[in-house]
């Protein structure tokens, strides 16, 4: 005898289907929204920002609550490198940090007292992996043209 099957039962099941698809995309999108805010306030914390420090454990709980394995990051040195390795800006931060060397030698060559904090940003940021390009790529390049 044949077990009968309720009605609309493979509609049901790919209702539930796309529920939890969409369930798991929301929460990867949670956990790099909370990633990225982690990342801002790790730059804080690089730069002795305390409060920010207890920010990016935080951010990371929650992180870790929507979805994120336990095991993808530990909290210590490097906070900043070791979250942009989650996200996989570290191209992103090369080019940041590359701008911001820069921008603390024209300040620099400008006199002014702003550099150092420009550039201690800079080395919280830098990765190490490809700055030298993104400073030559990021440096004003002025072209004097004297008529003939």
């Given at each position: 005898m044949p077990i009968p099957i309720e009605k609309n039962r493979a509609e049901k099941i790919n209702?539930?289907?796309?529920?939890?698809?969409?369930?798991?995309?929301?929460?990867t999108t949670d956990v790099r929204r909370l990633l990225q805010k982690a990342m801002l306030q790790s730059i804080q914390a690089d730069n002795g920002d305390d409060v920010a420090r207890e920010k990016v454990r935080v951010m990371l709980d929650a992180a870790i609550d929507r979805g994120l394995a336990k095991s993808a990051i530990t909290d210590?040195?490097?906070?900043?490198?070791?979250?942009?390795?989650?996200?996989?800006?570290?191209?992103?931060?090369?080019?940041?940090?590359?701008?911001?060397?820069?921008?603390?030698?024209?300040?620099?060559?400008?006199?002014?007292?702003?550099?150092?904090?420009?550039?201690?940003?800079?080395?919280?940021?830098?990765?190490?992996?490809?700055?030298?390009?993104?400073?030559?790529?990021?440096?004003?390049?002025?072209?004097?043209?004297?008529?003939?």
């Open positions: 209702r539930q289907i796309a529920k939890l698809q969409d369930e798991i995309t929301g929460s210590g040195p490097g906070m900043t490198s070791k979250i942009a390795e989650l996200l996989d800006r570290t191209p992103s931060l090369d080019h940041a940090a590359g701008l911001l060397y820069e921008a603390a030698d024209l300040l620099t060559e400008a006199g002014h007292q702003d550099a150092a904090a420009v550039l201690a940003i800079a080395e919280s940021i830098n990765t190490a992996a490809n700055v030298e390009h993104w400073r030559t790529v990021s440096r004003p390049h002025v072209e004097v043209i004297t008529p003939a």
